[in-house]
């Protein structure tokens, strides 16, 4: 099976802008989890969909959104971009959405770079 | 906030070393869960435990689980120099799947 993929793998914005990141999961795959990794407050966890739903969410503010598409492909949003959402955002995608085994299985991550 | 601790934040052993990682946490979990990070790239999962487990075996790779001290170990025997990477704690709970992360252990492995 090929793994999680997302794309961009690199993107660079000015702050105010928007930006929306692409993830496709394992296929079978129904849960997606988005984190947001930086060097000063580790690996956050963003929110996670389930179905087109979505299950979980993070201590985010509102310019973070997301959604999940019927096929479990998934696009997070960033609106109003501030230099502080640089980071790598990752994806991970599980078979199951709270059940007893989750294993996460994480893309390569897409590193936002807001000037 | 994050859920987990990993101690220590850095560890620098010889090839063959055993290293020992310890991740402590806040609240009743679910799983833990180990991953390993190679610079900057996405995460790559180790191991499992469930919250009814003590121990556990993956190879290199030994997991204990205390739930009553609310920690875990990650040992890797024998290691290489192939292990250098930043190492992750994670803990669910049973309310879904979010998942807490530690603040890793940056293991470095000199040949």
């Known amino acids: 099976k090929a793994g999680v993929t997302q794309t961009p793998r690199y993107l660079i914005k000015t702050r105010g802008q928007q930006v929306t990141l692409s993830c496709s999961p394992i296929?079978?795959?129904?849960?997606v989890s988005w984190y947001q990794q930086t060097p000063g407050q580790g690996l956050q966890f963003l929110f996670e969909?389930?179905?087109?739903?979505?299950?979980n969410k993070g201590n985010f503010p509102g310019r973070f959104s997301g959604r999940q598409f019927s096929n479990s492909r998934s696009e997070m949003n960033v609106s109003t971009l501030e230099l502080g959402d640089s980071a790598l955002y990752l994806c991970?995608?599980?078979?199951?959405?709270?059940?007893?085994?989750?294993?996460?299985?994480f893309g390569p991550g897409t590193r936002l770079t807001v000037l | 906030s994050q859920q987990g601790e990993e101690d220590p934040q850095a560890l620098s052993i010889q090839e063959g070393e055993n290293a020992t990682m310890n991740c402590s946490y806040k609240?009743?979990?679910?799983?833990l869960q180990w991953y390993r990070q190679n610079s900057g790239r996405g995460l790559v999962h180790l191991i499992l435990?469930?919250?009814?487990?003590r121990e556990k075996h993956s190879g290199r790779l030994r997991v204990t689980l205390d739930t009553s001290k609310k920690s875990s170990s990650l040992l890797i025997t024998a290691s290489r120099a192939a292990d250098t990477a930043s190492y992750f704690c994670?803990?669910?709970?049973?309310?879904?799947?979010?998942?807490?992360f530690g603040t890793g252990t940056s293991l470095t492995v000199i040949p």
């Open positions: 969909y389930f179905s087109e739903t979505q299950r």
């Open positions: 991970a995608s599980s078979f199951l959405s709270g059940g007893s085994y989750n294993e996460q299985f």
């Open positions: 435990i469930r919250s009814n487990e």
């Open positions: 296929s079978g795959h129904r849960s």
């Open positions: 994670a803990t669910d709970r049973y309310t879904g799947n979010q998942f807490y």
């Open positions: 609240t009743s979990i679910n799983n």
